[in-house]
């Protein structure tokens, strides 16, 4: 199952992926990927794991040092492949991939095609992946989706997050990403509003997962840099992303 969770800027896409991947491991055996499709790297903090290097980094390195050089018998392929396993974090529950930003404009067509073949290939090896997406539409243009079973698009109470939304579902078909099925997610909503906030939705012609609220414990851990995946079971985000979960067959 390959789940993504974009939406606007700041809307609080990283931390419902990390509430989704803190469900995944408490409740299920599923096998985890969760990958940080964010050029700017958040997840890793989020979650409190170091990660040194990220993809981006491994693909300039190779077009520097090995896409160019014509050594005969070098399977150019197999070693980028490989620099791409030595910097997958491991954990007991789950590995981590950040994708992190390669430098340079232009077609770099050979490498992008084997880097498709290669994530393919890993994503094959779990259960799940988890992808949390750079904010806005970019992701959808460059394809980094490609197929998903379900998009989370987080919004919070503004109507411009929604808007992101609504756009976000216009664009799939254009761009030829296949989305089986694309929910919303209301973050930072009072429980009290989710009622009419759920109709808000509806009138955007928009689905619901359901709604999270302003969990104080997410302010503090974060504050203390401490992972999200440490959150008390009882706090209110993490009991409503369990319950968004069991909703749209996640869990
Ligand atoms: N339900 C919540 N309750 C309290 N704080 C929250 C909640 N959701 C997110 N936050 C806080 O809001 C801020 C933004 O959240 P987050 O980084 O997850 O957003 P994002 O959409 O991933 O941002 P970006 O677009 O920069 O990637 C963070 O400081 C996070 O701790
Ligand atoms: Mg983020």
Do not use: Q
């Not at 959150?231 to 979960?245: H, W």
């Amino acid at each position: 199952m390959i789940i993504s969770v974009s939406g606007k800027g700041g809307t609080g896409k990283t931390t419902i992926a990390a509430l989704i991947l803190k469900a995944l491991i408490e409740e299920t055996d599923k096998t985890v990927l969760m990958v940080d499709a964010d050029p700017s790297t958040n997840a890793p903090i989020v979650l409190n794991i170091p990660v040194e290097k990220t993809v981006g980094d491994v693909v300039n390195v190779f077009r520097k040092k090995v896409l160019d050089t014509t050594e005969l018998g070098l399977d150019k392929s197999r070693v980028i492949e490989t620099w791409i396993m030595e910097i997958l974090k491991e954990t007991p529950r789950f590995d981590l991939l950040a994708m992190g930003r390669s430098e340079g404009e232009g077609c770099y067509c050979y490498v992008n095609a084997v880097l498709t073949s290669i994530l393919d290939r890993l994503s094959s090896n779990y259960d799940v992946v988890l992808m949390d997406m750079e904010a806005g539409l970019e992701h959808l243009s460059r394809r980094t989706d490609r197929d998903v079973d379900i998009m989370l698009v987080v919004t919070d109470p503004s109507k411009m997050s929604l808007e992101t939304a609504r756009r976000i579902k216009e664009l799939i078909p254009e761009v030829h990403v296949e989305v089986r099925k694309l929910y919303v997610v209301g973050n930072r909503i009072p429980d009290e509003d989710s009622e009419s906030y759920a109709k808000t939705v509806r009138d955007y012609g928009l689905e619901l997962a359901g709604t999270v609220p302003l969990d104080p414990n997410i302010l503090s851990y974060s504050m203390k840099g401490l992972s999200i995946l440490e959150l008390p079971d009882d706090s209110p985000s993490y009991l409503a992303v369990k319950r968004i979960c069991e909703k749209v067959g996640i869990l």
